[in-house]
């Protein structure tokens, strides 16, 4: 039965009409059917780049490799055991598809370019050595460079390049050759290593753990603060690496953890890229909930105040990057006395329920909470009155019992009745919206 089957198949394939090309622009577009053995037996499309199982039967590349990333180690045709190694460059009929386009070129078809060989485990694992040995010998930054140049522009090349790398450990040995050179002060090389380890992000446990060491870190944070402007996103997403994980900074003195939340701090408040900017809040909020002294060290920089105003216009992904990094922040008493200050603290925490995503939602009931409950003087006793009194004004209370109904997870659940309940003590103060009007809410849209 499973050979009649495949006969079925190889016959329904065999009749299959043949795909055509389009000629564009001038009138009526030309049509040009496409050789049967030209086409991949997976897509039917013109195959680009051509390769050969074991079993004779050819594919274009990409599509083979898709077929074998879901976990069908076997051939689609003749079901026999199939591996990526086993797959071989046809050049033969890659020479007769690109001469068949050559030839077809006034009906408005392209030359399929020669693909470039892709890199095997063995030859990333030569490289890899070879970045090893020169990043630990004395006086070879030069060729260490010249190594990791190569190691970048080969898994820049492809998708699968890339994959082979990591495959090999490409970021644990650009790590652990980033600290070796930092700690021998080889400054000049430390961007192009640096380069070369964010293609292969995001990194394991081993290589978070060695860029968290005390001479890695330093020079990272040196390059956030003066490298090159590409220099100083790679650091920051390498930094941003390093903190995620648990017990990051379990090595590192607290003079060094403060320079590290300072170069944060500056890219967020003076960013360069979009992309800098999202990934030093996140380390920034892993920093900050890490530890209360941290959050502390984190407010004292000013950054409260510079991410409440940011929430008035910030898209989803930066308006939940913020809440968090603000609600980390607010579990000290420095943050808390920053964002008391501030007049547009509770109506931006306020605006932000509702509108930009459940994330977002709980991250504002949490601050909302942190800022009217936490106080533990007369002082901060009448501030968290006064966050409370204007988060009524603003419609806080009509919001959280919105958030009850439609519901939401056990810890929001009860900040939004703690908080519904200190709101409730403090109605005649404030100028609450109606429950059935909310239009009193329009001034914040």
Known sequence: MALLARRARKAVMAKAPAPLLQKRGGGAAAELAIPAHFRCPISLDLMRDPVTAPTGITYDREGIEAWLDTGRAVCPVTHAPLRHEDLVPNHAIRRVIQDWCVANRSRGVERIPTPKIPVTPVQASELLFDVAESAARRGAAGRAAGAVARVRALA????????????????????????????????????????????????????????????????????????????????????????????????????????????????????????????????????????????????????????????????????????????????????????????????????????????????????????????????????????????????????????????????????????LKMLNKHKGLGECVDAVDFRGLNRLS
């Open 156 to 419: 820049r090349d492809s998708e699968r390049n890339r994959r082979c790398f990591v495959s090999v450990g490409t970021g644990r040995v650009l790590a652990a050759a980033f600290e070796s050179l930092a700690a021998a002060g080889e400054a000049g090389v430390l961007e192009d290593v640096l380069a070369a380890l964010v293609c292969m992000m995001p990194l394991d446990e081993e290589a978070a753990r060695v860029l968290a060491s005390s001479s890695s870190m330093g020079s990272l944070v040196a390059i956030a603060k003066h490298g090159s402007l590409a220099g100083r996103l790679n650091a920051v997403l390498a930094i941003k690496e390093a903190v995620s994980r648990d017990g990051a900074f379990v090595d590192l003195a607290d003079d060094k953890v403060d320079k590290v939340v300072d170069a944060l701090v500056v890219i967020i408040k003076a960013p360069i890229c979009p992309q800098a900017t999202k990934a030093a809040m996140v380390a920034t909020y892993h920093l900050a909930s890490s530890d209360e002294r941290v959050a502390a060290r984190v407010a004292s920089t000013g950054l409260v105040p510079t991410l409440i105003e940011a929430l008035v216009d910030a898209d989803k992904s930066v308006s939940e990057k913020a809440l968090a990094v603000l609600d980390a922040m607010l579990a000290s008493e420095e943050g808390r006395a920053s964002a008391r200050g501030h007049a547009l603290a509770m109506p931006a925490l306020v605006k932000k329920m509702f509108r930009v995503s459940d994330v977002a939602t709980e991250l504002a009931v949490s601050a909302m909470w942190r800022l009217g409950c936490k106080a533990s003087s007369g002082n901060e006793e009448a501030a968290a009155t006064g966050c409370l009194v204007e988060a009524l004004r603003v419609g806080a209370f009509q919001k959280l019992l919105l958030l009850l109904q439609v519901g939401c997870r056990d810890a929001t659940k009860e900040k939004a009745t703690e908080l």
